[in-house]
Each structure stands twice: as structure tokens, then as C-alpha cells.
């Protein structure tokens, strides 16, 4: 039996739903009628981090667990790994960012995220981190501005990221609760290119066939964007790393895809593509 967590999330939504039809696969939900993925094997069950008690109950019987948090605040890594530790689990693989391994990474979330991991370490579970790069899906956030005037407002248009598409940060994470030879290993995963958001505003207006205009947003209008979504330090740390990626820290492609699944890594123009309709609003 394998859990699912953040299966209502970009890449554990895809886990769920690789898994499903392979054999029994549980799915913890804080809401449970959020799930989209179903099937005869697959248990949908109600629990939260922070409840002991519907940890362990989603735990009974689990081999192996798909690691997904969120919290700036809460110690979910640690009590994650504390109850399947208690449980037996014979396998943990965790859904980190690849800025861990990055010396010059030093923003709120990086370091959260180092903190993480170094939580699932101490549990004594066999562990295995999934790094990956900045997610194609992000530019979802582009879609309103998108759909009511044609334009998509980002920092630093010119900047390139590897950008991964999710689906193959999940292919990662099911080779990796599947196969054998993982333990402790940890996985870096990018796109197979480095893409700017002006190039990324081309693909786009390619999969919608209508012209899109790329307007760069200032340090300080981007700032002010982010605060009025995000407490301070999350905010300041996607600056830093806006900052990051401005200096070239992003762009490096690691082969990972290929590797663990034999096959290469979506573009950024596939993903485009199957995503159009969100951009659309159809």
C-alpha cells in the first residue's frame, strides 16, 4: 500500500493518478471531496498533519509514502515522518525543491525545505528527496491577466529556468516508491531547457492562436503583487529567487526524466499545449 499526500496539488494529483489501477493506494485529504482521482483501489481518507491520531490511521498498513507540505509554519515533515516511523514505513519519498542543493540558495523557503528534509533524515525511515525545478504550471497565474487583456506581467522576462513540467516530476516520484535502489538517494529534476518568460509568452500565444503581449514588471510592483498575496518572508523569498534565476542560477538541465523513466522530459510548448484551455477559459 502506498499514501498519497498533496494529491489535490500539481505533482501529487499526478502520483495519485499513475498509481491508481497499479494496486492499492490510499490518499490523505484534508478535504477528501477535493480528490479527483478514484478507482477500486484507491482509498480516500479524511486527516490533517497536525492529528495524530488520523495519521496513524492513514498509515495502517502503508509500505510507502508520497511526502507533499506547504506550511511555513508547521513541523508536517516531522510529524509525517515521526507517525511513519511508529508505523513501520519502509519507504518515504519527499517532494523538496532543487535550490536545497544550492550554496547560494539562502531564501525563507530554501531553508525551510533544507529543514524538511534533515526532519525525514532524523525519523530513521528510508528517504528519497525529489528536487525539482520551478514547475511549467506556475505560469497558471498568468491566465487572468491572460484571458481579460492578452498579457502576462512577470519579473525579469529575459531570465531563463529549466522549468519542469509535473507530470514528469511525478513519473519521478512513482519510479522512485516503485523501484529499487533509491534509498537515500536524492533526485534532481528540471525540464529538458532552459525557457525565459518572454519565450514562454510566445509558446503560449502559439497553443491559444492569438497574439499575447509580455509586460516586465519592476522589483517594486512585483514586491507589492506578492505581499498582498503572501506573508513577508514568502514573499521576499520569491524575490530572492526571481534574483537567482536573473543571474543564471536556473538554467543548468539535469537528465533525471530520461533516466528514470526512459523517456525525455516534457517542453515547455507540450505543456502549453495540453494546458490552452486554462488560458482560454474554456
Not at 508505523?87 to 550554496?103: F, H, T
Not at 530513521?124 to 498579457?151: D, H
Not at 497553443?207 to 498582498?228: H, K, N, S, Y
Amino acid at each position: 500500500m502506498i499514501l498519497v499526500t498533496g494529491a489535490t496539488g500539481a505533482v501529487g494529483r499526478e502520483v495519485a493518478g499513475l498509481l491508481a489501477g497499479t494496486g492499492p493506494v490510499r490518499i490523505l485529504a484534508r478535504r477528501p471531496e477535493r480528490v479527483a482521482v478514484r478507482g477500486p483501489e484507491v482509498d480516500v481518507v479524511a486527516g490533517e498533519y497536525g492529528d495524530r491520531d488520523s495519521l496513524d490511521r492513514a498509515l495502517r498498513g502503508v509500505d510507502a509514502v508520497f511526502l507533499v507540505t506547504n506550511s511555513p509554519t508547521e513541523p508536517d515533515d516531522e510529524r509525517v515522518a515521526t507517525a511513519s516511523a511508529a508505523a513501520g514505513v519502509r519507504r518515504l519519498v519527499k517532494l523538496s525543491m532543487m535550490a536545497v542543493e544550492e550554496p547560494d540558495a539562502d531564501d525563507f523557503i530554501t531553508r525551510l525545505q533544507r529543514g524538511n528534509e534533515q526532519a525525514v533524515r532524523d525519523s530513521g525511515v528510508p528517504w528519497t528527496f525529489v528536487r525539482p525545478r520551478t514547475f511549467m504550471s506556475n505560469t497558471l497565474s498568468w491566465a487572468p491577466g491572460i484571458r481579460s487583456e492578452g498579457v502576462v506581467r512577470a519579473l525579469y522576462g529575459t531570465s531563463p529556468v529549466a522549468c519542469v513540467d509535473p507530470r514528469d516530476v511525478a513519473a519521478v516520484a512513482v519510479a522512485a516508491l516503485t523501484g529499487t535502489g533509491h534509498e537515500g538517494r536524492t533526485y534532481a529534476v528540471s525540464g529538458p531547457e532552459a525557457i525565459t518568460a518572454r519565450e514562454q509568452t510566445e509558446q503560449l500565444a502559439e497553443a491559444l492562436g492569438r497574439p499575447l503581449r509580455f509586460e516586465e514588471l519592476t522589483p517594486d510592483r512585483a514586491r507589492e503583487a506578492l505581499l498582498a498575496k503572501y506573508p513577508r518572508p514568502v514573499a521576499e523569498a520569491f524575490l530572492e529567487s526571481a534574483e537567482r534565476q536573473r543571474a543564471g542560477a536556473k538554467a543548468a538541465v539535469v537528465p533525471t526524466v530520461e533516466k528514470l523513466t526512459g523517456r525525455p522530459a516534457r517542453t515547455f510548448r507540450t505543456w502549453a499545449a495540453d494546458h490552452a484551455g486554462a488560458f482560454a477559459g474554456t
